[in-house]
């Protein structure tokens, strides 16, 4: 008998789907049994996506994004600002600042942020890299954009200490009501840092 | 440029991840990006699990559930009561009966059930197999374990009509409510069927 699953090869499929996040063991067999219905190419194909993703992957040597080759496709456009770096945790932030169409820089990618809870310190990060690369000269501004956690605003803090002695500036994204909230809906703490941090009306708040 | 991932590599990794069931673009590239932060063996490890769960299952020659062997533990089993069969939709329904621990027969797994809309005929099912075994006259009772839905019914009918001339019993498990429930808050159809299918009193419900 092989466990409650009968099958050493489901038990297998099953105990690997659950070491990714947010999958415990019933959407795990639910996943199994799937590919077991579909043809084999599809599990040919995912098996193989998933092998090659890990062993083949490169990270751009400038900015350490994930990239197909040496460089990324934004480090290696001539029409970026390259003088303006936003630090970002990973591609997922990286993705959905560029899906806002308003940033025209480059990025540089942590890799992660300060946590003690999930055993990430400094020495996990790509701040060496950054810290060399403002040391240059060639960087005008550092744009902070870590998530508003208080992860987030420990590796803020750090890397401001890291720069503090570069000539360069450092700024942080505004944090904020979210545009189309109501107000009696935003926690507290929000509610008041936007208030601290109240902006000169310039006739529209880009709704209308 | 390689779209927004900026690697084909994620790229592939994301589009084999979606075709999961309940795995949209935004899940799958969190998925990715974990396999990205774990050891190489993690992914390595769940590459070749896919890859061999649908290349080398096999299934119990008996009653069709996925098996390491020709036949499955189950049928292999001295101690389970060969003449019973629950006929099961799939390996998570036998789970869910395997785990009551109330079950000593065998089981038949069909495979699936009859849904038009999901392109499942009962072509699909191993109706035929299931006709053969209770043919061939070991097996004094057929016990319907499929989903309380109109698809489950359907082929609840069907099966019944492939059987109803030979002689053997057909049941299937009981529909009412759920124990722990509260009548106001259970749906009407259960409600009236309970009622119409009401049971002696024993004394107890199981619950004392």
Redesign the interface.
């Known amino acids: 008998?092989?466990g409650?699953?009968?099958?050493?090869?489901?038990e297998?499929?099953v105990?690997?789907?659950t070491?990714?996040?947010?999958i415990g063991r019933k959407?795990a067999?639910?996943?199994?049994?799937?590919?077991?219905?579909?043809p084999?190419e599809?599990?040919?194909?995912?098996?193989?996506?998933?092998?090659?993703?890990?062993?083949?992957?490169?990270y751009c040597s400038i900015c350490h994004?994930?990239?197909?080759g040496d460089t990324?496709?934004?480090c290696r456009n001539p029409k970026r600002d390259h003088a303006t770096v936003c630090v970002v945790e990973?591609?997922?932030d990286?993705?959905a600042i560029?899906?806002t169409g308003q940033y025209k820089g480059v990025y540089h990618v942590l890799?992660?942020i300060i946590s003690p809870m999930e055993g990430t310190g400094p020495g996990d990060l790509t701040l060496k890299s950054l810290t060399t690369k403002v040391e240059s000269g060639s960087i005008k501004e550092v744009i902070m954009a870590l998530p508003a956690t208080v992860e987030g605003d420990t590796t803020n803090f750090y890397i401001f200490k890291l720069l503090r002695n570069i000539p360069v500036t450092i700024t942080t994204i505004a944090r904020g009501i979210p545009i189309g909230d109501e107000l009696d809906y935003t926690d507290e703490i929000t509610l008041g840092r936007s208030i601290l941090n109240r902006q000169p009306y310039t006739g529209t708040n880009g709704l209308i």
């Open positions: 008998m092989t409650n699953y009968s099958s050493v090869l489901v297998n499929a105990d690997a789907f070491r990714l996040p947010g959407t067999l639910r996943l199994a049994l799937h590919l077991l219905r579909q084999p599809t599990a040919e194909l995912l098996g193989d996506a998933i092998k090659k993703l890990r062993s083949e992957i490169q994004n994930i990239s197909d990324c496709a934004i990973d591609l997922r990286m993705i560029e899906n890799g992660g």
